[in-house]
């Protein structure tokens, strides 16, 4: 008795782990729904941009500090190469794609109500070193798949003192130049400084004002920015260099900003005291620009286990009928997720012999591959 409630507990465990993510990703269809349904009355214009990013304050803490001599190791050079991310840009909704993590790549839609953002991991991490009895983390396999949603009504990464930002630093530097614009046209908006360490080292309440400047359209890209603190002090600029016109919009073809902060703590006595330095300077332009009607995105949303099921059983049972004349595969198992594709396996009986099916795809459903094999059964001979 006590095996079959345990038996019992789990089940329930299972099924509500399921319900949760078929939740899950029937918001994400529904937000993904309402995007390509706005998508299919505007024109939207496709482009890649690179941007570099130069961390003052860490290469002068690096540096200062002896921190990579210390440990026996050559400085990385700050010649660092500029990341290319791309982005499809309508007037209430906008995509991104880039290596925006170090071992996978994001997509992120903003749909007009929520921000979706789809990974996928593309390369192992080294597993840190045990220092302590804690366990510490291990890194995902390649080809694993997450998504999640964050609601947001204007598709702003920013958020106050105490709460983490949307996205990193290059992710919000793209915002800001090519994205922002249905943020800087809602009432009572919030800007914030991108790079969000000064939550940790700005002695400030985290209200800002800014001047902002943006183009004459409808889309609405900044063309300057300053922010200042609640003492007038300025802590982030902006600037557009060269800007081209495509649908009526304005865009930046060349951009660039800095971030200011204070300076690392000093003994007491010293003229540097309360000083206010360079953060990180960053730039960017437009590589290539296009035209388009309809965004070219696509869903590409993973499917749910019980989604794929059904799309394998169908792919299995309309191979079946082409090659055998029956349908038999039905109510199988649910499919595994392995390196980024579906894998369902199932054999069923049909007349005097079985029909085994394996069928893979991707995991939102793309790129199918269907193998039956018919597996002929022997009927047992009685004695008389």
Request: hydrophobic share 35%; glycine share 8%; charged share 20%.
């Given at each position: 008795?006590?095996?079959?409630?345990?038996?019992?507990?789990?089940?329930?465990?299972?099924?509500?782990?399921?319900l949760a993510n078929g939740m899950i990703c029937l918001l994400v269809a529904y937000f993904w729904l309402l995007f390509t349904c706005s998508a299919a009355a505007e024109r939207f214009v496709e482009l890649n941009a690179e941007i570099e990013i130069n961390d003052w304050s860490y290469?002068?803490?690096?540096?200062?500090?002896?921190?990579?001599?210390?440990?026996?190791?050559?400085?990385?050079?700050?010649?660092?190469?500029?990341?290319?991310?791309?982005?499809?840009?309508?007037?209430?909704?906008?995509?991104?794609?880039?290596?925006?993590?170090?071992?996978?790549?994001?997509?992120?839609?903003?749909?007009?109500?929520?921000?979706?953002?789809?990974?996928?991991?593309?390369?192992?991490?080294?597993?840190?070193?045990?220092?302590?009895?804690?366990?510490?983390?291990?890194?995902?396999?390649?080809?694993?798949?997450?998504?999640?949603?964050?609601?947001?009504?204007?598709?702003?990464?920013?958020?106050?003192?105490?709460?983490?930002?949307?996205?990193?630093?290059?992710?919000?530097?793209?915002?800001?130049?090519?994205?922002?614009?249905?943020?800087?046209?809602?009432?009572?908006?919030?800007?914030?400084?991108?790079?969000?360490?000064?939550?940790?080292?700005?002695?400030?309440?985290?209200?800002?004002?800014?001047?902002?400047?943006?183009?004459?359209?409808?889309?609405?890209?900044?063309?300057?920015?300053?922010?200042?603190?609640?003492?007038?002090?300025?802590?982030?600029?902006?600037?557009?260099?060269?800007?081209?016109?495509?649908?009526?919009?304005?865009?930046?073809?060349?951009?660039?900003?800095?971030?200011?902060?204070?300076?690392?703590?000093?003994?007491?006595?010293?003229?540097?005291?309360?000083?206010?330095?360079?953060?990180?300077?960053?730039?960017?332009?437009?590589?290539?620009?296009?035209?388009?009607?309809?965004?070219?995105?696509?869903?590409?949303?993973?499917?749910?286990?019980?989604?794929?099921?059904?799309?394998?059983?169908?792919?299995?049972?309309?191979?079946?009928?082409?090659?055998?004349?029956?349908?038999?595969?039905?109510?199988?198992?649910?499919?595994?997720?392995?390196?980024?594709?579906?894998?369902?396996?199932?054999?069923?009986?049909?007349?005097?012999?079985?029909?085994?099916?394996?069928?893979?795809?991707?995991?939102?459903?793309a790129n199918p591959d269907v193998h039956l094999v018919p597996i002929y059964t022997i009927p047992l001979l009685h004695e008389r």
């Amino acid at each position: 008795m006590k095996s079959h409630t345990g038996q019992m507990e789990g089940n329930v465990t299972e099924n509500r782990t399921m319900l949760a993510n078929g939740m899950i990703c029937l918001l994400v269809a529904y937000f993904w729904l309402l995007f390509t349904c706005s998508a299919a009355a505007e024109r939207f214009v496709e482009l890649n941009a690179e941007i570099e990013i130069n961390d003052w304050s860490y290469w002068i803490f690096e540096d200062t500090k002896g921190i990579v001599s210390r440990n026996g190791e050559r400085p990385k050079s700050i010649f660092g190469r500029s990341t290319t991310t791309r982005f499809v840009v309508g007037t209430n909704s906008w995509m991104m794609e880039g290596d925006f993590y170090k071992n996978a790549k994001a997509t992120r839609w903003f749909t007009g109500t929520n921000i979706i953002e789809r990974s996928i991991i593309t390369a192992l991490l080294p597993n840190p070193p045990r220092i302590t009895n804690f366990p510490v983390g291990i890194s995902p396999p390649v080809g694993e798949e997450h998504t999640k949603v964050q609601e947001s009504a204007d598709g702003n990464p920013g958020r106050p003192v105490r709460v983490s930002d949307l996205f990193e630093l290059q992710g919000k530097i793209g915002w800001l130049a090519f994205c922002s614009g249905p943020a800087l046209k809602r009432s009572g908006r919030e800007v914030f400084p991108l790079d969000d360490l000064w939550k940790e080292r700005c002695l400030c309440s985290g209200v800002f004002t800014d001047k902002t400047a943006v183009f004459d359209d409808s889309l609405g890209l900044p063309k300057s920015m300053e922010i200042f603190t609640e003492t007038g002090r300025l802590i982030f600029q902006y600037q557009v260099r060269q800007s081209t016109n495509v649908l009526g919009w304005n865009f930046p073809v060349e951009f660039y900003m800095v971030q200011y902060g204070p300076g690392p703590v000093q003994p007491p006595g010293s003229s540097r005291t309360n000083s206010w330095e360079v953060h990180f300077t960053a730039k960017g332009r437009i590589t290539n620009v296009n035209v388009r009607e309809q965004p070219s995105i696509r869903a590409e949303l993973p499917l749910t286990p019980i989604q794929a099921r059904e799309l394998a059983q169908s792919l299995a049972n309309d191979k079946a009928q082409t090659a055998y004349n029956c349908r038999p595969f039905r109510s199988g198992s649910l499919p595994e997720l392995v390196q980024g594709r579906w894998l369902w396996h199932d054999r069923r009986g049909y007349a005097r012999y079985d029909v085994e099916a394996t069928v893979t795809f991707a995991a939102n459903g793309a790129n199918p591959d269907v193998h039956l094999v018919p597996i002929y059964t022997i009927p047992l001979l009685h004695e008389r």
